[in-house]
T-cell receptor, first 114, second 115 residues
Framework: AQKVTQAQTEISVVEKEDVTLDCVYETRDTTYYLFWYKQPPSGELVFLIRRNSFDEQNEISGRYSWNFQKSTSSFNFTITASQVVDSAVYFCALSDYNTDKLIFGTGTRLQVFP | SQTIHQWPATLVQPVGSPLSLECTVEGTSNPNLYWYRQAAGRGLQLLFYSVGIGQISSEVPQNLSASRPQDRQFILSSKKLLLSDSGFYLC??????????????FGPGTRLTVL
């Protein structure tokens, strides 16, 4: 069955620390997509990144970087030099080819303290 | 550019009352549309999704229903609300095609409290 596991329920860091949010997935599909979303206190989910299963190249966008490793079925998200504005719940998601839906993890709440 | 609207932003309703939440998308045609519910401190639960006008797939049996009367309009309804219907309701859209391969864009959400 398709599954996304975000084992870290909550992480607290002090501003300027680096932090990595883990995402482990299970799928039988050979073609699939992985996503990360941010949910700030306002509630709206903000799309961050989509990565397909054939592209294992790491991606960097400003202070954000993503490490995709098919060998360990992981798609981890690192925030470098965290800021208070990074405080949010972060969701990892996996495409489900058979049902045409996204499978979301349970989310990781990140709190960045000044 | 595409935008997605939801209203109302917040709603407090008594148990047994009806519900109607509306979602509209601008700037795109033939989107896939989704309704999710998020209970306090929990993850996202997909309630309904639609790939076209009048086409609704229900994910969880419950006292909620959804309709898509127009291409870019998605409505979530209930005839009689339960306490357990309280939560944060999010509407989302994705581009036409394999819904699971396209990123979904979410609206601002409606916070529903049933008393």
């Amino acid at each position: 069955a398709q599954k996304v596991t975000q084992a870290q329920t909550e992480i607290s860091v002090v501003e300027k620390e680096d932090v990595t949010l883990d995402c482990v997935y299970e799928t039988r599909d050979t073609t699939y997509y992985l996503f990360w979303y941010k949910q700030p206190p306002s509630g709206e989910l903000v799309f961050l990144i989509r990565r397909n299963s054939f592209d294992e190249q790491n991606e960097i966008s400003g202070r954000y970087s993503w490490n995709f490793q098919k060998s360990t079925s992981s798609f981890n998200f690192t925030i470098t030099a965290s800021q208070v504005v990074d405080s949010a719940v972060y969701f990892c998601a996996l495409s489900d080819y058979n049902t045409d839906k996204l499978i979301f993890g349970t989310g990781t709440r990140l709190q960045v303290f000044p | 550019s595409q935008t997605i609207h939801q209203w109302p932003a917040t709603l407090v309703q008594p148990v047994g009352s009806p519900l109607s939440l509306e979602c509209t998308v601008e700037g795109t045609s033939n989107p896939n549309l989704y309704w999710y519910r998020q209970a306090a401190g929990r993850g996202l639960q997909l309630l309904f999704y639609s790939v076209g006008i009048g086409q609704i797939s229900s994910e969880v049996p419950q006292n909620l229903s959804a309709s898509r009367p127009q291409d870019r309009q998605f409505i979530l309804s209930s005839k009689k609300l339960l306490l357990s219907d309280s939560g944060f309701y999010l509407c989302a859209w994705s581009a036409l095609g394999r819904g699971s391969y396209n990123e979904q864009f979410f609206g601002p959400g409606t916070r529903l409290t049933v008393l």
